[in-house]
DNA sequence: ATATAATGCATTTTT
DNA sequence: TGCATTATAT
């Protein structure tokens, strides 16, 4: 029987201190590699095993499935029961998805809301600008729909920010906001940010509901704490009763513990805030601090270079990760003529390393900065038959014909759908064009219907042609039939009806484009993904209903009634809830719905030793949380990594250099850096200098097999001479920074006001005083030199 | 209504 | 440079 209290003994200090603190708010500063999952799971035990803490009491939130699916199965590795289904171990989306199935009604949302994706919100912006007849130039859908994300992410809504729109652009946001909401809220549907801001506002306008979930979630622990946006720290405030609006008189607020650590923020480009972290202590002033700096994954030589990199960030919590699995080989670094060489040297260590026995490919990872950067590398392991996986780019779900089926499956399960229905309509080619959905769509505004009942009331639509209307009314025949089909079936026998009945099928096997073979065998695989999920279905989601009634809010839950026997603690989630777990529960099409749209690509990143002998390539975004023994970061170059984009900004540099940070300590034993002098963007070569990164890491660990590039030895001008000899007068390149003084040829002295672009397009804004003022200049050609 | 040419655009992306 | 979306001709 396995006692935690011994199990307490393979943790540091530190580590059985944030397991076992109670009484307050607990912040865990975990750095890279701490054991933080450990703490956490081995916390959560230590409340059930302990201190009397029911599963059902218990909310544990992650950003990933997958990381809450390790939590899930790791808790229950430590318990003596498996008690661990009634807790709630899920994303912030999941938990905000079972709620709002759940109370969503208050806000006028039917329980089987449909959860648009970010290519769905995209579209329906892009419809509703169409609407407001914008110029597409002017105000891009693309560029509303982010802002729109960036909005709720802040719980701006669309009133407040109506009211203090000042600019064209921001009135016409704002008009563009509401109709979007609108849309959004007639089609039944929610985009992945109002999962979050809603829930924050149903628990804000109904106390009573957010007292129901305060009384029932006594412990609230959130994992990656630094990568929270603002709405999303409003909601974990909300679950544990926001500090000063907080009753006195009430009963005692949940207990908080969150974890993360600032230095691996990575997502500020995706709302998330640093300052969520940072100011924990002064968010909960009762909250007590742990740190956590003993690194169990890599040798030290890498973790110091790491901590010297990461040192070079202003305003943070100082921490030094350590290690005591010894100082380990020095980092090997590589200077490339070009990507494709560095591609090479890359294999020829992989094969090197293979040889020798030291390592498998499945051991390896390639990180770059952008997924660009992965051809090369795929194209060079392709030729030396290295096997390789690349973990992102075009995912299984966002394949246009996956899409086109999921599209008929939402509107089965809601009729009101509009942008998938839209996405329908024509497809596979029925005959139905622009010019009859454009009239479907006056007609429904007119009327003030929905589309889709304006559909189904075609021949009342003014001016649409006869030959439109009867493919409208063949098109709506079939959706009823589907529709009649489809409660009494499971999904995958849904989609196999959709797939024959709509001809979508018969049109890819008749094309003799060879693209449409795979795209018949992604629908074949797409219909086995619905068979694995029937079988494995344990139970809807956001639960048949009441899985937590009253009796979570009454004073003792009533005994399962043949529930899970042995667990009295379950009887809080299990009791009511009709034919759970037991008998296995029939799953919906809105359950299918939900798991695609919440659970993106379970498969994506693979596990340490699933990868069968393969190489795994990513971007260092997809690279947090996971590691291997060998890691390469390759295209170490400013301009490249850190990203040009993030050259001018102070803030956006640091979380390069975070990045940075991040992709260091994915590695356990072996650590190589490369960069290339001449790399092709675009079709036009660039010579980058090397990263500042590199720079940044201490001289003594790392050891260059190559450190200078034959071609452009440091001063890219002489490529760029002999490539266009005449171009170049004999000067000096100038080293620009903010507030050097410079002559110019022609204008004189000035002082740099700005420097952006790297190498070759380096450009310098340059401030000659009043009579001349601030110019522009491409620093490679322009005349000028430094003082 | 659809196949083709032309244009424009190009970090990162847990959900 | 290559892709994805839009304008154009049939």
Redesign the pocket.
């Known amino acids: 029987m396995p006692s935690l209290e011994l199990s307490l003994n393979d943790l540091n200090a530190p580590q059985r201190e944030a397991v076992t603190h109670s009484g307050s708010p607990l912040l865990i500063i975990a750095g890279a590699g701490s054991g933080k999952t450990r703490v956490l799971t081995y916390r959560i035990a230590h409340l059930l095993e302990q201190r009397g803490v029911r599963p059902g009491e218990i909310l544990a939130i992650t ?4 990381a809450a699916a390790e939590m899930k199965q790791r808790v229950e590795g430590l318990l003596s029961s498996r008690a661990a289904n009634a807790m709630w171990v899920m ?1 912030f ?2 938990a905000c998805v079972r709620i709002l199935r759940r109370e969503g009604g208050r806000l006028g949302y039917p329980s089987s809301f449909t959860i648009y ?2 290519a769905d919100s995209k579209r329906l912006m ?1 419809l509703v600008c169409k609407e407001m007849d914008l110029d ?1 130039k002017r105000f891009p859908p693309k560029s509303f729909s982010a802002q729109v994300s960036n909005l709720k992410n802040e719980l701006v809504d669309y009133d407040t920010f109506g009211e203090n729109a000042q600019t064209e652009q921001e009135k016409k946001l704002a008009e563009a906001y509401t109709l979007y909401q609108r849309r959004l809220h007639e089609a039944g549907a929610m985009d ?1 940010d109002d999962l979050i801001m809603l829930t924050v506002n149903l628990l804000e306008m109904f106390p009573d509901v957010a007292e129901y979930y305060r009384r029932r979630f006594r412990h609230v622990l959130v994992d ?1 704490y630094q ?1 929270t946006n603002h709405a999303q720290y409003r909601l974990v405030r909300l679950l544990v009763g926001g500090g000063r609006d907080a009753d006195p008189d009430a009963f005692p607020p949940p207990e908080l513990c969150v974890v993360g650590d600032a230095d691996q923020s ?2 500020a ?2 709302g ?1 805030t640093i300052r969520n972290i940072l100011e924990f202590e002064a968010d909960y002033p009762e909250a007590r601090t742990i740190l956590l700096e003993q690194n169990y994954r890599s040798t030290q030589n890498i973790l110091n270079a790491a901590n010297a990199v990461i040192q070079r960030n202003p305003d943070r919590r100082e921490k030094k990760l350590w290690s005591d699995q010894g100082i380990g080989p020095k980092i090997t670094g590589y200077v490339a003529d070009n990507e494709h060489d560095e591609a090479a040297f890359v294999v020829g260590e992989i094969d090197k390393l293979h040889d020798e026995g030291e390592f498998t490919p499945s051991q390896v990872a390639v990180f770059y ?4 950067q992965s051809r090369v590398f795929e194209d060079v392991f392709i030729r030396t038959g290295l096997p390789y996986k690349i973990v ?1 780019g ?2 299984f779900y966002e394949r246009r014909e996956i899409r086109d089926i999921l599209a008929y499956l939402r509107v089965l399960a809601n009729p009101e759908d509009t942008v998938s229905l839209r996405r329908i309509l ?1 497809v596979p ?8 959905e454009e009239s479907i769509e006056l007609f429904a505004a007119r009327e003030r219907i929905s589309f889709a009942q304006a559909l189904r009331r075609a021949q009342d639509a003014p001016g649409i ?1 006869t030959r ?1 209307l009867k493919a409208i009314r063949e098109f709506t025949a079939l959706l009823e039939e589907l529709e009649e089909l489809a409660p009494s079936s499971t999904p995958s026998e849904v989609i196999e009806a959709v797939l024959q009945r709509t001809g979508y099928l018969s049109e890819l096997a008749n094309s003799k484009d060879i693209q449409d073979e795979s795209r018949v065998e992604n629908l074949e695989e797409f219909v086995d993904v619905a068979r694995e999920f029937e079988n494995t279905f344990s139970g809807p989601l956001y639960g048949g209903e009441e899985e937590d009634g009253e009796a979570a809010l009454g004073a003792e839950p009533a005994e399962g009634a043949g529930g899970t026997a042995g667990d009295a603690d379950a009887a809080a989630e299990s009791a009511e809830t009709e034919g759970e777990a037991a008998e296995p529960a029939e799953p919906t099409l809105v359950d299918f719905l939900e798991q695609i749209a ?3 690509d379970t498969d994506q990143i693979p596990d340490a030793d699933d990868t069968g002998g393969v190489v795994t390539l ?2 260092l ?2 690279a ?2 996971l590691e291997f023994p060998v890691v390469f970061l390759t295209g170490m170059e400013d301009g490249v990594f850190p ?1 040009m ?2 050259l001018g900004e102070k803030a ?1 540099l640091e979380e ?1 250099r975070r990045l940075a940070y991040v992709g260091i300590t994915r590695a356990r034993q072996r650590l190589y850096i490369s960069r290339s002098a001449v790399r ?1 963007a ?2 036009t070569p660039s010579y980058n200098p090397a990263s500042r990164f590199l720079d940044e890491v201490p001289k003594d660990l790392v050891e260059w097999r190559r450190a200078e590039s034959a071609i452009a030895p440091s001063r890219p001008k002489f490529a760029a001479q002999s490539r266009k000899p005449s171009s170049r007068p004999t000067r000096e390149v100038p080293t620009l920074e903010v507030g050097d003084k410079v002559t110019h040829d022609s204008f004189g002295m000035g002082t740099v006001q700005l420097v952006d672009g790297v190498g070759d397009r380096t450009k310098a804004r340059i401030d000659f005083g009043a009579d001349i003022g601030e110019k522009d200049f491409l620093v490679k050609f322009a005349p000028i030199e430094k003082l």
Do not use: C
């Open positions: 950003f990933t499935n997958k994303t989306h999941s994706d970010s892009q597409p992945f990656e990568d990575i997502y480009f995706r998330a900065r952008t997924n660009a992102g075009v995912r024509n080619k029925r005959g139905i064009g622009d010019r009859a042609a439109s919440l659970v993106a990513m971007t975004h997809s947090k949380g990203h984009r993030t956006e390069e092709s675009w079709g």
